[in-house]
């Protein structure tokens, strides 16, 4: 089989992540760094691409990677329509959706836009892989308890799938005749209940639903939250907003979301920061255990990754709430390059129809 060669991008608010691969194997990594000075003076979504694109190209060239060395570039999928999970190929939809902002404006965009303005240059396809908007929920999945308030997915689809898939591989199952919980956890923690292939049923980590976390609130209760922005105790609505997408979870209770400062804080006998962080991973349990039920009980295995999975404590706690479901295994960290990449690979050789947006 031809050894593909691919560029992998992650565009973050103030972080352009770069990586090359080939064989299947990562070859180079970089993370180019951008002050709030730099993404201060940028107010368009054009703009952003002009002031990443000549960073990127220099940087492969520093390094003498030849760019006409490519088979394929791969960016991570943006704010989109809602869209079933898969490798898509970049088309002029897709570009109008993310340059515009029609969904919502974040780095994440960019992915799209900058893989197919570098693919174009080399005569190569462009791809984006399972984004954050990839929605499979069952119809009954997505009612809330009023018409007005939608229940929408947006969580860690590149992730989540890409760990799900990992499994299936180790035990030589295809994913798509696997019932799985993977629940990821970083700054906003998400649930998903797969069953064979498609994710039914989700919380949304940025809009409130499923555990606290280590920035984001969780389900809280709704006339308390009537009550607190009418009283107007945190400010007003974009202060208050503010709070609720990156202020909330163990940096409200203990002001760090750095699970490593919890556990050293817990060793010294903090009792608060103990109940606290057995908190978050009470309600990630309880999440886990209501996808358990999403799945009819019939559970091939329970998945944790994301940065909080490299805490054993953490872990432990879940672990010896779920373990009754079914049997638990951790994927510490998240390889978000790697699933990019492969989603990429799985097109190129042959094994996975590219998807049309």
Not at 36 to 47: P, V
Not at 134 to 150: I, N, Q, T, W, Y
Not at 212 to 232: I, N, Q, T
Not at 279 to 301: C, F, N, R, S
């Amino acid at each position: 089989m031809k050894s593909y060669k691919i560029l992998a991008l992650n565009l973050g608010s103030t972080s352009t992540k770069l990586a090359v691969f080939e064989g299947g194997e990562q070859k180079m990594e970089q993370v180019l760094r951008h002050t709030q000075e730099e993404m201060g003076a940028i107010k368009t979504m054009a703009d952003n691409a002009a002031f990443r694109k000549p960073l990127i190209l220099a940087f492969l060239k520093e390094n003498n990677v030849d760019l006409k060395s490519f088979d394929a570039v791969v960016g991570r999928g943006g704010l989109m329509r809602p869209i079933p999970g898969g490798t898509y190929a970049v088309n002029q939809a897709m570009l109008d959706d993310l340059a515009s902002c029609k969904y919502g404006s974040h780095a994440s965009n960019l992915g799209g836009i900058l893989a197919s303005e570098i693919a174009s240059e080399i005569g190569v396809p462009a791809y984006i892989v399972d984004p954050v908007v990839v929605d499979e929920m069952e119809d009954v999945a997505r009612l809330s308890g009023h018409p007005s308030f939608k229940r929408r997915t947006c969580f860690h689809a590149l992730n989540q799938k890409a760990i799900a898939k990992r499994y299936a591989s180790e035990v030589g199952v295809p994913y798509t005749e696997l019932n799985l919980i993977v629940a990821h956890m970083g700054g906003g923690v998400t649930v998903g209940a797969h069953m064979r292939g498609r994710v039914i049923d989700v919380n949304n980590g940025l809009d409130g639903e499923g555990p606290y976390s280590a920035e984001r609130p969780g389900g809280l209760p709704a006339l308390e939250v009537m009550r607190v922005m009418d009283s107007g105790e945190l400010g007003d609505y974009a202060a208050m907003k503010r709070t609720l997408t990156s202020r909330c979870g163990l940096i409200a209770y203990l002001g760090t979301n750095n699970g490593i400062e919890v556990g050293e804080r817990i060793k010294a006998g903090d009792k608060e920061a103990e109940l606290v962080y057995r908190g978050m991973a009470y309600q990630i349990a309880k999440e886990i255990g209501a996808m358990a039920a999403v799945l009819y009980g019939e559970v091939d295995a329970i998945l944790l990754t994301g940065g909080f999975a490299y805490d054993k404590t953490l872990m432990g706690w879940i672990t010896e709430q779920v373990k009754f479901i079914a049997p638990v295994k951790v994927y510490p960290g998240e390889d978000e390059m790697g699933a990019l990449a492969a989603g990429a690979l799985r097109v190129l050789a042959g094994e996975e129809e590219v998807k049309t947006y």
